[in-house]
């Protein structure tokens, strides 16, 4: 009875019976297919590597480099080799005369140092964008001084890329030369997908305002996955600041989002925990700011070992109840350098000369601060009128779409602000908003220069 029952099956519910069969089968196939070529489980071959990027200088910016050789003892003792490793920082800290522990560097209250080892491929005037570039797409013609070491990666190689320092709407800093903007940075990412640099890409962005370098620019067609510190409109926070007059340092120690990160990674086993998994684990610690995900989502299946390798002997040197929000102080990037300055004016012996100078310090900080706010108002107010200011200097664009359409636009505008009102500090950094905003509005380029030097001369 079954077998004639069978028999009476309609021809097209088979049909579509085995057609949702293969679809789902197809599913399986592809998604395991996307966690192979993402460094799954069996992925076995290709070789890892790591670009690490301070883009700051100067004592009051120390937890940038901080950042940056944490992140590097994490690779080297997962089982990263130094000649796969390339790191840009200016390298003024460890001994700086402000230093407490000369020769030392650490990312956290009494933690371990972090500075021993670490290559030093680009420093002081090396650390530009162009060798940046240059090193990202194995370029070595194109460096100008460091070590020479580039990505001499190939199609079968998984490669990681950290970024950390102060950042704006559109653009990120280097300590030294031109910025690096959004549009260039992808441009050279699919320079690198076009020459086959990487099987896949996980990039990590620490700095204000780090998702307008991937809003709208980065496809999820690529190989390439991404987080960033904050979404394109706010602030990232340095942490371990110090919050009591007894401290040892006088500056921040690291960054809420890179802290984050890494003493997850400190304290976990990297062949276990999914890029997808640390995501939300960091996104759930960095509660100041809003951490985003931009790219191919699918690739954060691998596992972190893909892409930082993993230790046969993992001892984590971070107690797990530690990685929560915690009550440390965190400041905003742009208000870090105050912390240094005031702890300076301070500490010194009152009616002294030190006590004179560090206020003088002091008060320069604050007058660059006034006259970014006074002139990029006054820019503003010329061209658009008073009443439209405040839309002009906080309107913010939708999460599918670029932060700017004209990037030539935009870095006109900062260059001529630069010229006839100065480099923009990094509290001055925030108005390239306005400014990308003045190009999304139609603002021709002479109008921007008359406003500039009518606000500035």
Known sequence: MSSTYGSLVPFHLLLFTALMMFAVSESRRSFQEIVLQSGGVAATNGTQWAVLVAGSNGYYNYRHQADVCHAYQILKANGLKDEN????????????????????????????????????????????????????????????????????????????????????????????GDYI??????????????????????????????????QGLLPNTMGIY????????????????????????????GDLYSIAWMEDSDAHNLGTETLREQYFAVKERTNLSHVMQYGNTALSEAFLSTYMGQSPKKVSSVPLDELSPSNSLAVPQRDADLIFFQRQVQKAPKGSVESAEAQKRLDEQMARRSHADRSVNQIVNHLFGDSNVASILTAIRPEEQPVVDDWDCLKTFVRTYE???????????????????????????????????????
Not at 98 to 115: A, H, L, Q, R, W
Not at 131 to 143: C, Q, R, W
Not at 150 to 163: A, I, T
Not at 230 to 244: F, I, K, L, M, Q
């Open 85 to 176: 490793i390339i790191v840009f920082m200016y390298d003024d800290i460890a001994e700086n005369e402000e230093n407490p522990t000369k020769g030392i560097i650490i990312n956290k209250p009494n933690g371990p140092d972090v500075y021993h080892g670490v290559p030093k491929d680009y420093t002081g005037e090396e650390t530009t964008a162009a060798n940046l570039y240059a090193v990202l797409l194995g370029n070595k013609t194109a460096l100008s001084g460091g070590s020479g070491k580039v990505l001499n990666s190939g199609p079968n190689d998984h490669v990681f890329f950290y970024y950390t320092d102060h950042g704006s709407t559109g653009l990120v800093c280097m300590p030294v």
């Open 181 to 214: 903007y959004a549009n260039d940075l992808m441009n050279v990412l699919k320079q690198m997908e076009m020459a086959k640099k990487y099987m896949n890409m996980v990039i990590y962005i620490e700095s204000c305002e780090s998702g307008s370098m991937l």
């Open 226 to 253: 991404a987080t960033t510190a904050s979404n394109a409109n706010e602030s990232s926070w340095g942490y371990y600041c110090p919050d009591d007059p007894s401290s040892k340092y006088d500056t921040c120690l």
């Open 419 to 457: 010229q006839y009102c100065g480099r923009l500090s990094e509290y001055g950094m925030q108005y390239t908003r306005a400014m990308a905003n003045m190009c999304n509005a139609g603002v021709e380029k002479d109008s921007m220069e008359a406003a500039s030097i009518q606000a500035c001369s």
